[in-house]
Structure formats: structure tokens, C-alpha cells
């Protein structure tokens, strides 16, 4: 297959990419991080640049998501987007700093810690650069089999965090190498992509995690001498599929006392839960639940960003949203996706099997939705062409059904009644902005009669800034993890009954 070279400006700065290569991902590789936060579907207008003639389009401005190298092309990078906006603390010169980073499978969280004064600020959101190897963690381990693919996925998400962290520390005017340690969490995968670790086995039966607790990494091995004299670590891992995300918030939540009667769910593109039973016992599975949440694989879909409508809501007849930013919406993140499905059942607009009703190009529906269809896909037009597709539904019954039967599962692995839990605690930035009435009503987790909910935001990046300012918080969270008893679903002989009994929505609710 050709090369073409593209060509940065004003740097001048080069590299040859193959016939094809999609611009976004071809900057990516260079260092330059343009936003995408509709996944590269070309939705959000974000990712922006000014090329010459050389990519599939015309020259000018070019949604570089969409745009492929075919010829060779330069792009004029003093011309991006600026990105700022973000509320940055004053540097304290008295005080010790660490990063702290979540690594998902879709998404990357990084956040300032204060070491001295205990406190954090987050700094940055993007889109993990791995996804052109997949939106799941399976899709990753099966690519990384490719020894130079594998290298290219360490390599593409340590550039992509550093990078997000010297911009944040430009913006502050604060030198890097200020920074003492950068601790990071994540699923076991994408730690172990992280750390340059070998991933292939964890893909393969019986899936063996051959290391749980990791060794610092210095700056120069991450090659990131910018950071000085700075460590990386790494939370500790269960297996395979019980990664740091799992550990760390098991961690977080009993140091907030909760030890015994609780379900915590970890809601992301794969749902990490652990039950504490009444003698404090803790039972662990993980299962996928796609990226759908976290507004990927959805037509309109898109994460937290500029434009981006977090929560729906319907009264007297008209649908009313909150979003971020100014100016027109230009998607739905996954707590609005939330919203509105559950509205759509509420309003009999879809079954509980997610199928569009029968007869609504003949309804008058609430105000501005309209029934579409095209090409034989029906759909919901919202605000201006946002549509939520049969599709996307489909995709949120696909999250739900197997979140609820990783549950039920739980509770019967561990001989645990329902109305023996006491607390459920939500995890994930997903949590923060979610509508529990309307996550309720689908059907997403088990009835818990007599529990009371809880949000605890991204326990997996609080675990990580906790670890910042507390040496001991790394052996405490081991030592949790040591007694665990993981339940696996994929060797499940119920999984896929369980499965497909909580497709429909509503299921799990019982009388709520």
C-alpha cells in the first residue's frame, strides 16, 4: 500500500502514513490530540483542522475523523481549535503535586492531586486513542496479538495522557516537573497495555492475570523525561477482568464505612460490581456492557464536552434538556441517553422490548419529537438532526440485560436475598449527571427493596488521587483485593438465560 507524508505546520515536522490512514488517528500518532468526542462518527464539528490538498475531501477546513491521507498533506496545527475554558487552580508553591489518571476503555480521566492539602481538580476528558483497535477490551487483547500493534497502543495512550498533562500544566503556567508521581488506575487491560505488559493472555481461557501488583515505572522508561525525577504507579489488579477500577473502589468504599449489606456497580463500557454480604464477605464479577453509556456506539452519541446534552427531561408535553455549553446541541451523552428511553416508555412511544410502538408516524408526540424513517431505520428525531435510532436502543437493552444479569447472578452466587442489601452505591462519571428514576424504570439492576442508593462518582480516579496522597493506600487496597471471591460469567452456565430474561425493560424493577 502507498505512504503519503503528512507534513505539520509550522513545525515542519514529518512522518509517511499508509494510503487510507484516517487524519485524526495519523495526528494522533504525531503527538497531536484534536477532540473528538463523538467517537470520530462526525457529529460534533470538533475536530476541525485546515489541510491542503491531500486527504479524501477537498482542501480547507476538514473534519479530520472523517478525512483520510491520499496523498500527501500538510496540516497547519497554529490554526486548532482552542480548547480551553477548563477552570485551572493557582499553583501553590508551598504544596507537593501528583496526577492521577483513570484509564477506560473509552474514555481517559486525568486530575490534579495536592498532596499537602489533599485535594484534587480534574484537568482533562478524552477519548482513549486505542479505540481505532476496538471499543472493547476483547477487540484490543485480540489486536495486540500484532507485537507492533501492541506497541503502537502503549505508545499511543502514554503519549496521549503526557500530553494532556503538559497542556493542563502550560495552561497553569506550572513546570511539570513539579509533579512527584502520576498513579494511574484502569481494567487490568488497559493498565497492562499502559505498562507495556503482555495483554494476549488475558484473552485466552482461563484467562490468567500473571501480574496483580506492578512495579514503578520511572519517567525515562515511560519515556517522559519531561516529568523530571516523577514515578508512575500503577492500583492493583484482581485478574483478568477485576481490574484497578474494581479494586480501587472497593478500597474507596471502605473508607467511607460501607463494609457489609452493599452492591457497587462501576458503570462504564464494562460493569466492574462487587456485593459485600452481611458478614462483610465480597463477591466480584465484571461483565460487558459496550460502550453505549458512555455515548459511544450510538448515532448521536458523544462524551462530555462542549454541546454535549447531559439530562432530558419531559413536562406538559415538551421535551426540555440541559446541556453543556452554549449554542446548539450537537449530541447526547449516555445519562441523557438514559433519560430519553426511559421517557419513550413512559410515553409508549416503545414497547418493553425496545420496539418502536405501532402507529406513531399517525400520533401527535411531545414537542420536538418526530417519527422518522429512513432507509428503513426508524428512529426519534430530537433537536435539530439528533435522532435516536431502533438501534440505539438495542444497544442500551444490550448495557442493561447484562449488567442486570451479572447482578442476579451475584446475589445468587453469593446466597445473597435482595432485601438483605442495604446500600447501593453507583460508581462512574456516568453516576454523577444519571436520573435514578428514569435508570430505575429500565431495569438495570436487581430490585433492592429496602436499600438506599448512593452516588460515589469515578471511584476508579478517586482511588488513584487517594493513593497520590496516601502511601499505604496501594497495600490497603491488596489487601481488600486478596479476599475476593470472583464469580466468572463467562464460564456461567446461567449467564445467557439470565441474559436474555432481562432484555426487556422494566425487569429487576419488580413493584418500584
Same mark, same amino acid.
Given at each position: 500500500?502507498?505512504?503519503?507524508?503528512?507534513?505539520?505546520?509550522?513545525?515542519?515536522?514529518?512522518?509517511?502514513?499508509?494510503?487510507?490512514?484516517?487524519?485524526?488517528?495519523?495526528?494522533?500518532?504525531?503527538?497531536?490530540?484534536?477532540?473528538?468526542?463523538?467517537?470520530?462518527?462526525?457529529?460534533?464539528?470538533?475536530?476541525?483542522?485546515?489541510?491542503?490538498?491531500?486527504?479524501?475531501?477537498?482542501?480547507?477546513?476538514?473534519?479530520?475523523?472523517?478525512?483520510?491521507?491520499?496523498?500527501?498533506?500538510?496540516?497547519?496545527?497554529?490554526?486548532?481549535?482552542?480548547?480551553?475554558?477548563?477552570?485551572?487552580?493557582?499553583?501553590?508553591?508551598?504544596?507537593?503535586?501528583?496526577?492521577?489518571?483513570?484509564?477506560?476503555?473509552?474514555?481517559?480521566?486525568?486530575?490534579?492531586?495536592?498532596?499537602?492539602?489533599?485535594?484534587?481538580?480534574? &484537568?482533562?476528558? =478524552?477519548?482513549? %486513542?486505542?479505540?481505532?483497535?476496538?471499543? !472493547?477490551?476483547?477487540?484490543?487483547?485480540? #489486536?495486540? /496479538? *500484532?507485537?507492533?500493534?501492541?506497541?503502537?497502543?502503549?505508545?499511543?495512550?502514554?503519549?496521549?495522557?503526557?500530553?494532556?498533562?503538559?497542556?493542563?500544566?502550560?495552561?497553569?503556567?506550572?513546570?511539570?516537573?513539579?509533579?512527584?508521581?502520576?498513579?494511574?488506575?484502569?481494567?487490568?487491560?488497559?493498565?497492562?497495555?499502559?505498562?507495556?505488559?503482555?495483554?494476549?493472555? &488475558?484473552?485466552? =481461557?482461563?484467562? %490468567?492475570?500473571?501480574?496483580?501488583?506492578? !512495579?514503578?515505572?520511572?519517567?525515562?522508561? #515511560?519515556? /517522559? *523525561?519531561?516529568?523530571?525525577?516523577?514515578?508512575?504507579?500503577?492500583?492493583?489488579?484482581?485478574?483478568?477482568?477485576?481490574?484497578?477500577?474494581?479494586?480501587?473502589?472497593?478500597?474507596?468504599?471502605?473508607?467511607?464505612?460501607?463494609?457489609?449489606?452493599?452492591?457497587?456497580?462501576?458503570?462504564?463500557?464494562?460493569?466492574?460490581?462487587?456485593?459485600?454480604?452481611?458478614?462483610?464477605?465480597?463477591?466480584?464479577?465484571?461483565?460487558?456492557?459496550?460502550?453505549?453509556?458512555?455515548?459511544?456506539?450510538?448515532?448521536?452519541?458523544?462524551?462530555?464536552?462542549?454541546?454535549?446534552?447531559?439530562?432530558?427531561?419531559?413536562?406538559?408535553?415538551?421535551?426540555?434538556?440541559?446541556?453543556?455549553?452554549?449554542?446548539?446541541?450537537?449530541?447526547?451523552?449516555?445519562?441523557?441517553?438514559?433519560?430519553?428511553?426511559?421517557?419513550?416508555?413512559?410515553?409508549?412511544?416503545?414497547?418493553?422490548?425496545?420496539?418502536?410502538?405501532?402507529?406513531?408516524?399517525?400520533?401527535?408526540?411531545?414537542?420536538?419529537?418526530?417519527?422518522?424513517?429512513?432507509?428503513?431505520?426508524?428512529?426519534?428525531?430530537?433537536?435539530?438532526?439528533?435522532?435516536?435510532?431502533?438501534?440505539?436502543?438495542?444497544?442500551?437493552?444490550?448495557?442493561?440485560?447484562?449488567?442486570?444479569?451479572?447482578?442476579?447472578?451475584?446475589?445468587?452466587?453469593?446466597?445473597?436475598?435482595?432485601?438483605?442489601?442495604?446500600?447501593?452505591?453507583?460508581?462512574?462519571?456516568?453516576?454523577?449527571?444519571?436520573?435514578?428514576?428514569?435508570?430505575?424504570?429500565?431495569?438495570?439492576?436487581?430490585?433492592?427493596?429496602?436499600?438506599?442508593?448512593?452516588?460515589?462518582?469515578?471511584?476508579?480516579?478517586?482511588?488513584?488521587?487517594?493513593?497520590?496522597?496516601?502511601?499505604?493506600?496501594?497495600?490497603?487496597?491488596?489487601?481488600?483485593?486478596?479476599?475476593?471471591?470472583?464469580?466468572?460469567?463467562?464460564?456461567?452456565?446461567?449467564?445467557?438465560?439470565?441474559?436474555?430474561?432481562?432484555?426487556?425493560?422494566?425487569?429487576?424493577?419488580?413493584?418500584?
Amino acid at each position: 500500500m502507498p505512504g503519503h507524508t503528512l507534513t505539520l505546520r509550522p513545525s515542519g515536522r514529518s512522518q509517511t502514513f499508509s494510503e487510507g490512514t484516517i487524519l485524526a488517528d495519523a495526528l494522533a500518532d504525531m503527538g497531536v490530540m484534536v477532540k473528538t468526542p463523538c467517537g470520530g462518527k462526525g457529529t460534533c464539528g470538533k475536530c476541525r483542522v485546515r489541510a491542503s490538498v491531500g486527504t479524501s475531501g477537498p482542501a480547507g477546513t476538514c473534519l479530520s475523523c472523517q478525512a483520510r491521507l491520499a496523498a500527501d498533506v500538510q496540516v497547519y496545527l497554529d490554526e486548532l481549535p482552542q480548547t480551553g475554558g477548563r477552570p485551572y487552580p493557582a499553583p501553590d508553591p508551598a504544596a507537593r503535586y501528583a496526577v492521577a489518571v483513570d484509564i477506560g476503555t473509552t474514555t481517559v480521566k486525568v486530575s490534579l492531586v495536592d498532596c499537602t492539602h489533599d485535594r484534587s481538580w480534574d &484537568l482533562d476528558v =478524552f477519548l482513549n %486513542p486505542q479505540r481505532r483497535w476496538g471499543h !472493547d477490551v476483547i477487540s484490543r487483547i485480540a #489486536a495486540s /496479538a *500484532d507485537r507492533e500493534v501492541s506497541s503502537r497502543m502503549t505508545f499511543q495512550v502514554r503519549q496521549a495522557v503526557f500530553s494532556s498533562i503538559r497542556t493542563a500544566f502550560d495552561a497553569m503556567n506550572m513546570s511539570p516537573l513539579r509533579i512527584e508521581k502520576i498513579v494511574v488506575s484502569g481494567n487490568t487491560t488497559m493498565l497492562y497495555l499502559f505498562l507495556g505488559l503482555d495483554v494476549e493472555p &488475558l484473552g485466552r =481461557f482461563p484467562f %490468567p492475570a500473571a501480574t496483580r501488583d506492578f !512495579d514503578e515505572l520511572t519517567v525515562n522508561q #515511560a519515556v /517522559a *523525561d519531561q516529568f523530571g525525577s516523577a514515578v508512575i504507579r500503577a492500583l492493583p489488579v484482581h485478574s483478568a477482568f477485576l481490574g484497578a477500577d474494581l479494586v480501587g473502589g472497593l478500597a474507596i468504599c471502605h473508607g467511607l464505612g460501607f463494609t457489609r449489606g452493599v452492591f457497587f456497580i462501576d458503570l462504564g463500557t464494562n460493569g466492574e460490581i462487587f456485593l459485600l454480604d452481611g458478614a462483610g464477605e465480597v463477591y466480584a464479577t465484571s461483565c460487558a456492557m459496550g460502550p453505549a453509556l458512555e455515548g459511544m456506539n450510538i448515532s448521536w452519541g458523544m462524551t462530555a464536552d462542549s454541546g454535549a446534552i447531559t439530562r432530558i427531561s419531559l413536562e406538559r408535553g415538551t421535551l426540555g434538556y440541559s446541556m453543556i455549553g452554549e449554542g446548539e446541541p450537537a449530541g447526547i451523552t449516555g445519562t441523557a441517553l438514559i433519560d430519553i428511553v426511559a421517557i419513550l416508555l413512559e410515553e409508549n412511544i416503545i414497547r418493553t422490548d425496545g420496539a418502536f410502538a405501532r402507529g406513531l408516524e399517525e400520533r401527535v408526540l411531545p414537542y420536538p419529537m418526530r417519527y422518522v424513517l429512513r432507509e428503513d431505520i426508524a428512529g426519534i428525531r430530537l433537536w435539530g438532526d439528533i435522532t435516536l435510532t431502533q438501534k440505539d436502543i438495542r444497544n442500551v437493552q444490550l448495557a442493561k440485560a447484562a449488567a442486570l444479569a451479572a447482578g442476579r447472578l451475584l446475589l445468587k452466587e453469593a446466597a445473597c436475598p435482595a432485601d438483605r442489601v442495604d446500600h447501593v452505591l453507583i460508581g462512574g462519571a456516568f453516576g454523577e449527571h444519571l436520573e435514578m428514576r428514569h435508570f430505575r424504570a429500565l431495569g438495570f439492576l436487581p430490585d433492592f427493596p429496602g436499600a438506599v442508593w448512593h452516588f460515589l462518582g469515578n471511584t476508579s480516579l478517586k482511588a488513584a488521587q487517594k493513593a497520590c496522597c496516601n502511601g499505604r493506600f496501594s497495600a490497603e487496597a491488596a489487601a481488600l483485593r486478596n479476599r475476593i471471591h470472583e464469580v466468572s460469567l463467562s464460564q456461567h452456565p446461567q449467564f445467557a438465560t439470565e441474559f436474555i430474561a432481562g432484555v426487556n425493560f422494566g425487569q429487576g424493577r419488580g413493584s418500584q
